[in-house]
């Protein structure tokens, strides 16, 4: 049986709590969060105990550490638990501030325990499947790659400010999704950006729409477009070119009904958010996270892509803000 301490009884980790107590052989041990009642409520439904951070840390009987807490507590608690010599599943970003990622990737190391960061995209079937015929040559090498990640709406303003800035806190995973898709790291970043959205994001000192070109150490090309706020809806697609052809992935409806009447043919719009689009995301990764610690798989990501999507995040930053290329 392993044992499992979860950190964020909030939105993602109920996601995860719910896929974690799934896994067999897997036990969500304690909740620990700052908010006693979101704890009692998350442990309660488990059959989970509520923990502070220091019994979780030290109890010999807790092999995994579940991190889905704010963003500013990950790095403090990344460090803690490989200490305790915890296997550790982390929420992205690892941190703000690319500095002090780094040094929690050194300590992970150290202390030689896995430690996977919550990049579900890749865990999604859909892109997943586009993944595997990459590697399985059906569009020859690919030369370039054209992302679209566009939200519903923007999140609240206060959660903005607090949020590190559109590149950390959105665009993270497509950064991400730009490495594992074309197998490759960037030399040069250029990222332009405006708010077009709402002006309170502006006031924030954020925007809410960018553009972003990178190039890599083999010349290949990507260009990824995001918006805050789509009047349709949640837009996750992307295109690989190569050689020999294109492949696509795109969005999921909740139904593939289709209604054609005289005035024109509807379909269900795209999956509400990304709780609802990657579902099946969040559940492969934490059972994926599970068969790894059980020594059925190896890890498919560790800290290190973390803080690689972490550092492209703040050479985009850079670049919008200095309105240059970023050499890397
Ligand atoms: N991979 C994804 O798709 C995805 C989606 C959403 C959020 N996230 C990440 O997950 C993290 C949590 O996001 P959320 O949307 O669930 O936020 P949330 O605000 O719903 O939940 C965060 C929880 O952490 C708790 N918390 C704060 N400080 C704590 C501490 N020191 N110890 C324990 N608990 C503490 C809060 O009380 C809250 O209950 C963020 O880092 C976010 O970037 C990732």
New binding site residues.
Partial sequence: MIDVAL???????SIHAGNGARQPGVRLHYV????AT?AQALARQHGAQVAD?ERAFGDPAIAAVVI????D??ADLILRAAKAKKAIFC???VDLSLERARVCAEAVRAAGVPCMI?F?RRYDPTFASLKARIDDGEIGEPEMLVVTSRDPGAPPVDYIRRSGGIFKDMLIHDFDIFRWILADEAVSVYATGSCLTDPAIEGAGDIDATAVTIRTRRGRLAQINTIRRAAYGYDQRFEVIGAKGMLQAGNHRPTEVVLWSSGAITADKPEHF?LER?RAAYAAEMGHFFDVLGGRAKPRTSIDDGVAALALAEAATTSWREKRVIEL
């Fill in positions: 950190f964020g009884a909030g939105r993602i980790g620990v969060d700052v908010d979101a951070a889905a807490s704010s963003t507590t990950h929420e992205k970003p919550g579900q990304f990657y």
